[in-house]
């Protein structure tokens, strides 16, 4: 397979952009591009990353690839700070996109402490969206993430999964190994597991699922709307239009079996069950989550791992790290400090 490295050219952020060039070791502060990247048979793909100048880090360092998994299919996944600091992998929730962590990406504390890596699940975004059942295998999921952790060098990172992307932390568990992993923060919804959550969605959400899953085009694109406004508790206030334009493009984008395929599929969660329990875990909910019954899932996490850490915050809907970013993300800090060998 087609291999090469890439070069990233620096600006300042408050000019807004990054430019991806193939072909020659980018420099970090203090290990080369190819110590920190080795090579390897993924393909990464051209890129030009742009840093939006309202935020306010000084001279960020992303890099943005597409990686091919291991059945060719593109994932689309970016870094930002430090490849030397402890790593986190952010994967957002259903019909969404790495943008809904725009707000972690951008916080200069949290970089300078964390290498965050971020990347969109099969069938969403910028990645390739195959129509297939066997497509969206728990191993495949796996796969997927194998393969952004070896684009950007990271070893045993801190899986961050809001919503359904927390699952992952299952197929992990089963097809690489819970050694594979250092921790597990659950952000917000209802899902430990694919088959757990059939019990932690509350029945005033439940009827809305039909219409999150449908086939009908219509009813698509008029629920996209409603399905972006029951993420955020204050709506009105915290999801200005053209955030949640951008959040109801992720959903409208997407072809609609693939939210059937991503809800209706298997997971083997006897692995994840018999040797996960000693990973260290934190969830972070929100009281006013339409799509969870916190108070479920924290009893769930607690008969499977060994170690919780739970956060509950008040007024705050299905998105803690949105509604909350600068708290949620010093509790990131706080978790990945005290996983640090001293």
């Excluded at 390897?40 to 742009?50: A, D, F, G, K, P």
């Amino acid at each position: 397979m087609w291999q090469r490295l890439v070069k990233l050219s620096e600006r300042d952020a408050s000019c807004g952009a990054f430019t991806v060039s193939p072909g020659i070791a980018a420099h970090t502060p203090s290990r080369s591009w190819e110590a920190v990247y080795p090579r390897t048979s993924i393909h990464l793909e051209q890129r030009t990353v742009l840093i939006s100048p309202c935020f306010t880090m000084s001279k960020p360092i992303t890099r943005e690839v597409i990686v091919q998994s291991s059945d060719r299919t593109p994932i689309w996944a970016d870094a930002t700070g430090s490849p030397t600091n402890p790593a986190l992998v952010l994967i957002h929730g259903l019909a969404g996109t790495a943008l809904g962590f725009d707000k972690q990406v951008a916080d200069e504390r949290l970089i300078e402490k964390v290498f965050v890596v971020r990347y969109e699940m099969r069938g969403h975004g910028r990645s390739g969206m195959p129509l297939e059942l066997a497509d969206y295998a728990s191993k495949q999921h796996a796969e997927d993430f194998k393969a952004v952790c070896e684009a950007f060098g990271v070893i045993k990172p801190v899986l961050f999964g809001w919503s359904i992307g927390a699952a992952i932390a299952v197929d992990i568990a089963e097809y690489l190994g819970p050694e594979y992993l250092s921790g597990v923060i659950y952000c917000g919804g209802p899902t430990l597991s694919l088959s757990l959550c059939t019990v932690t969605i509350p029945s005033s959400w439940m009827p809305f699922m039909s219409y999150v899953t449908s086939s009908d085009g219509n009813v698509a694109a008029r629920f996209a709307s409603r399905f972006v406004e029951s993420c955020i508790f204050d709506h009105e206030r915290l999801l200005p239009w053209p955030i949640k334009l951008q959040w109801m493009a992720g959903f409208g984008i997407q072809p609609p079996v693939v939210r059937q395929l991503s809800t209706g599929r298997e997971q083997q969660e006897g692995r994840w069950k018999r040797e996960a329990h000693g990973w260290p875990v934190m969830l972070i909910h929100g009281t006013e989550d339409e799509h969870c019954i916190p108070e479920v899932v924290i009893a769930q996490a607690k008969e499977i791992y060994d170690n919780v850490e739970v956060h509950l915050l008040e007024r705050v809907g299905h998105s803690p790290h949105f509604e909350r970013p600068m708290e949620v993300n010093a509790l990131i800090v706080a978790f990945m400090e005290k996983l640090r060998v001293p």
